[in-house]
């Protein structure tokens, strides 16, 4: 049963889901440039087009500007939209480096993390069928797959896994390190329910999961630097 402790798992190697507020902000830090350029460029293109909406506001009467700027405004959503699943890859990349205590730039990030844009998205649209369908049946089967698959974009990344096989992997270690990965759920959502602050700790504990899976990693023996990981450093 999930609520029984696997064998295997050593809760002591674990420090509390709370804890990992430091851990996640570590990550942040360590290459906060990074994680500024992959967010803010995206949003770059959106506040472009918000201006470009304020330009129609001065001539409300212009019928043909007002098209030519809804039109490129249409264009300028879209493109958001699009470069934020083109960086998206670059962001989970760079949440591991940052785990794993490296740093990387931008380009590199992008470089790296481009290969796994295809299984990333299918895995993020084949989780958030998934999620609906548990969410659907009833909340409580939601957490317990929200548990198994949570870490499941890492183990893709880490591994080099296909999106079957990442899911795979991911549960099974969502039960063999049962409570841990509870801890980091239940923090999440606890999260999601706070009043007015919700916004800013979600950005602060953003980076909790990496941290869990790299504590993971390391209670299961494995060397970082040494494993099938494409985005570990080599050195």
């Keep these: 049963m999930e609520n029984q402790k696997p064998a295997g798992e050593n809760k002591s190697q674990f420090p509390s889901a709370f804890s990992l507020f430091g851990s996640s902000l570590t990550i942040i830090t360590k290459n906060i440039e990074t994680f500024l350029a992959l967010i803010l460029g ?3 293109l959106l506040v472009v087009g918000m201006l470009f909406g304020l ?53 590199e990030a992008i470089r790296v993390g481009l290969p796994f844009f295809w299984r990333l998205l299918g895995l993020g649209i084949l989780l958030s069928i998934v999620f609906l369908v548990s969410l659907v049946l009833l909340v409580v089967p939601f957490f317990f797959t929200y548990k198994r698959y949570i870490l499941a974009p890492y183990y893709l990344v880490h591994y080099n896994l296909g999106i079957t ?12 390190f049962s409570s841990p990965v509870w ?46 990981d494409p985005v570990a450093p080599t050195s």
């Design 55 to 107: 330009v129609s506001d001065l001539s409300p009467d212009n019928q043909i500007l007002q098209a030519v700027v809804s039109f490129i405004v249409f264009v300028m959503v879209i493109a958001t939209g699009v470069l934020y699943c083109m960086v998206s890859p670059a962001l989970v990349v760079t949440q591991l480096r940052g785990a794993f205590g490296t740093k990387i730039e931008p380009r």
């Design 42 to 44: 995206p949003l770059a």
């Design 165 to 176: 096989d990442a899911m795979r992997k991911s549960a099974e270690d969502a039960k063999r």
């Design 183 to 228: 801890g980091l759920v239940g923090v999440t959502f606890l999260i999601e329910i706070i009043p007015f602050a919700n916004g800013i700790l979600s950005i602060l504990y953003s980076c909790a999961p990496a941290a869990r899976f790299k504590e993971i990693v390391e209670a299961r023996g494995e060397d970082a630097h040494k494993s099938t």
